[in-house]
């Protein structure tokens, strides 16, 4: 049985849990409780946690006392002196309210094949468990789940070395810093090519982040741990003064939330030159200024579209202040439908942080994965192998020898013009030609069936986006 088997297995728990009312983000929490008790004793390290509270007291106990006795771990382990094991329990309570139910899923998780899961990784095993809960759009998790392709292809990119030090300031479950780290074990033998002294840097100290949502930093706490990175994973909002320690780092990799502050509030921080009540605009601000100033740092950030054009002076001094201070040498337009909100249209900035304040960025590049793409989604999934023009064209010593209609650039002088707005790049779209020009039926029937096809596909996949909204309105 392999972690995929096991995953669904765990998910289809979730039934049972129906009665109780417990939503899909209530039950991977509650399943992250359970879970890290039963992983700690698969990797026999169960040394910092209280011996009546290990895995074992949970398979010896039935009924009421189970319950009770479950009830009262949350408790305790939240109190425990382990900072990881009280961090993942702070705070911790049960939504299962029956405890036939909770008998019932600890037999069936104590019954799964952990044998093969330790062979393909138990973290492995955890990511596949929260990429399910992303992809229900009824949990609501997508919102902070950012696409396993999308943060290959990015990490690849950027290319975060040994001894550098990573961030991502808007962490959900760490999915770019577990990328990260991946990425540099895969270039160093899993660390064994690294000192003693190297190879404990990048597992207790080079890939941090903030989060600020509970239950998710929870998440974020498990992922990292059974990845086997111990950095810090603060439990905060990057907005307030907290964000101000956070800096000189030699790479960011995140995917900020969209949308405003609560209230229209202004963020805490008052060390943002530009003050604005967009998130996304505020995000940007303390990533490049978190960056060290050598000419080597780096960062890849996903914005919506609004941040590319929003007009209010506010949004044109700090893609100007951006531009000035970094060498924003690519954009990435992305194609919608890979986020959980329906149509929403979002890009990637990669940026280098220059040695100086001033004119770092003379030219951007902008590759258009967004126009006459297919409609992504359950039945399209995103994989790797889309991103496969990109990479050619972002990888190549000379970018002006790309012939690729989606690839183009645009001069700092060219992107004043317009008005400074960084919403360029976008092709041509002839997703309506098949209205406007159908061929002459006579002529070609073959044809004009299928563009009709096409048509009814289209409009097909509009209407399950827009049933999908209206469900979750519902929901």
Request: glycine fraction near 6%.
């Amino acid at each position: 049985m392999g972690n995929q088997d096991i995953v669904q297995k765990l998910w289809n728990l979730c039934n049972v849990l129906r009665d109780d009312g417990i939503t899909y983000h209530q039950y991977v929490t509650e399943l992250t409780y359970i879970l890290f008790l039963k992983m700690m004793k698969e990797k026999d390290n169960e040394k910092h946690i209280p011996e009546e509270y290990r895995w074992d007291s949970l398979v010896e106990k039935h009924g009421i006392e189970l319950h009770d006795h479950y009830r009262q771990l949350l408790l305790d382990l939240g109190k425990v002196d382990s900072e990881i094991i009280q961090q993942i329990y702070n705070n911790a309570t049960t939504n299962i309210e029956e405890p036939k139910n909770l008998e019932k899923i600890i037999r069936s998780i104590d019954g799964l094949d952990w044998y093969s899961a330790k062979e393909e990784g138990l973290g492995d095993l955890y990511e596949g468990l929260l990429e399910k809960n992303a992809s229900e759009t009824k949990s609501g998790a997508g919102q902070y789940f950012t696409p396993r392709p999308l943060i290959d292809v990015i990490t690849r990119l950027v290319d975060p070395k040994p001894g550098e030090r990573c961030n991502d300031p808007a962490a959900g479950t760490f999915g770019f810093m577990i990328a990260a780290d991946t990425h540099v074990r895969s270039k160093t033998d899993d660390y064994f090519d690294l000192g003693e002294q190297e190879a404990e840097f990048q597992r207790n100290k080079a890939f941090t982040g903030a989060e600020l949502v509970k239950d998710t930093h929870r998440l974020a706490l498990m992922n990292a741990l059974l990845h086997d990175i111990h950095g810090e994973i603060m439990l905060g909002d990057t907005l307030s003064d907290m964000g101000k320690d956070m800096k000189n780092y030699d790479v960011v990799l995140t995917n900020p939330p969209f949308g405003t502050k609560k209230g229209g509030e202004r963020p805490t921080r008052d060390d943002l030159t530009f003050t604005t009540t967009n998130k996304q605009l505020n995000f940007l601000q303390h990533i490049y200024r978190s960056l060290k100033p050598n000419g080597k740092t780096r960062a890849a950030v996903i914005v919506p579209d609004d941040v590319l054009f929003k007009n209010e002076s506010k949004g044109k001094e700090i893609r100007n202040d951006l531009m000035n201070k970094c060498d924003l040498h690519t954009i990435l337009r992305l194609p919608t439908g890979i986020f959980y909100a329906p149509g929403v249209k979002t890009n990637v900035l990669f940026y280098t942080r220059g040695v100086n304040d001033n004119g770092n960025t003379s030219k951007v590049w902008v590759y258009d994965m967004r126009t006459n793409m297919p409609s992504f989604g359950k039945r399209t999934p995103l994989t790797s192998k889309h991103f496969n023009g990109f990479l050619e064209a972002y990888q190549a010593d000379d970018r002006a020898n790309i012939k690729d209609e989606r690839w183009n650039s645009f001069t700092r002088k060219e992107i004043k013009k317009n008005d400074d707005s960084l919403d360029i790049g976008l092709i041509a779209d002839d997703s309506f030609s098949i209205y406007e020009n159908l061929p002459n039926p006579i002529e070609s029937t073959e044809e004009a069936v299928g563009n009709l096809e096409k048509a009814v596909s289209i409009l097909n996949e509009v209407i399950e986006e827009l049933q999908s909204a209206e469900d979750d309105k519902n929901e």
